[in-house]
Nanobody, 116 residues
Framework: QVQVVESGGGLVQPGGSLRLSCAAS??????????VAWYRQAPGKKRELVAT???????DYADSVVGRFTIFTADVPRTVYLQMNNLKPEDTAVYYC????????WGQGTQVAVSS
């Protein structure tokens, strides 16, 4: 069983930055994860894929965030980050982390609001 917890959301002005974190816990976790992805869902819209990172470090991004968002892992085990720069009002959404392991695991989401 894997538990997924997102954090780092908040209210930011257009042009600002936020860093989201996705922490996966449960054992054994790290040797079963094949990919981690960030999705987002704005009010009244379908959930959409934002960025993906695989266990070997390959990344992929939605066209709408290329050049602004970066997905990466750091020294903290089993944690994936989404660095979001030059945020726009259309980035406002609940951001979810999805972990692909023996099954698909979702977190509860973290709210990002971009507004002046």
């Amino acid at each position: 069983q894997v538990q997924v917890v997102e954090s780092g959301g908040g209210l930011v002005q257009p042009g600002g930055s936020l860093r989201l974190s996705c922490a996966a816990s449960g054992s054994p976790v790290s040797n079963r994860i094949s990919a981690v992805a960030w999705y987002r869902q704005a009010p009244g819209k379908k959930r959409e894929l934002v960025a993906t990172i695989t266990s070997i470090g390959n990344t992929d991004y939605a066209d709408s965030v290329v050049g602004r968002f970066t997905i990466f892992t750091a020294d903290v085990p089993r944690t994936v980050y989404l660095q979001m720069n030059n945020l726009k009002p259309e980035d406002t959404a609940v951001y979810y982390c999805r972990v692909s392991a023996d099954m698909i695991y979702w977190g509860q989401g973290t709210q990002v609001a971009v507004s002046s």
